[in-house]
């Protein structure tokens, strides 16, 4: 591997054991008020705060560095009312004739319908985009490897930020999401990849009683 374009890698902190210990126990139980929230409060939130969460998403890892991500950030009311009609369109579809009874009975105690009135209510809708590839000057494709796993990536470390940042989010993704490259404009290289719902949740915003699976269940140590 060629080292001409390497440099040291300076930034990289070392704390003593115990302060990984607490960092990552702190880290965790703060991840643990996370929730996925449907009632948002229309208050407003400082565009700087939304542009240090995109900003974090930025720092994702990605197939060789290529950042196949675009993220439309939509606060306009008339464009949110837009995506409002045609999600609903399709939620409409999927609830009434495309969903299985099995997918249906296990959505049910969550509580989700075709209404979506959140897409309106709050501050912020961000449209994350996936970008297959780049077209190059000469009209020449680059491909980019891994683009979906990529943005996947940049999308969770992107409700981290934004959680970390005192707000609540909701991932939306009625299907199929053409309309969302059409409403916002999007060129041919990019296709809808989720609809993240931002804001401040309601005073009498309400969740679902989950549990999350067990270390058990979830990993494997060899």
Known sequence: MSTNNLIPFAPFHHFRVEEMQQRSGAFLEELRRRRTVRDYSDKLVPRNIIENCLSAAGT????????????????DPEIKRKIRIAAETEEHEF???RAP???LDVLAPLGTDENKPFLETAPYLMAIFVQPYTLLPDGRRLKHYY???????ATGVLITALH??????????PSPMGFLKKILKRPDNERPFLLLVVGFPSEEAMVPRINKKSMDEIVTFL
């Open 60 to 75: 994702a890892p990605s197939g060789a560095n290529l950042q196949p991500w675009h993220f439309v950030v939509v606060s």
């Open 101 to 103: 009874q099995e997918w």
């Open 164 to 173: 970390q940042a005192g707000l609540a989010t909701l991932t939306h993704t």
């Open 147 to 153: 683009a979906v796993e990529s943005v996947g990536i």
């Open 95 to 97: 609830y009434a004739r």
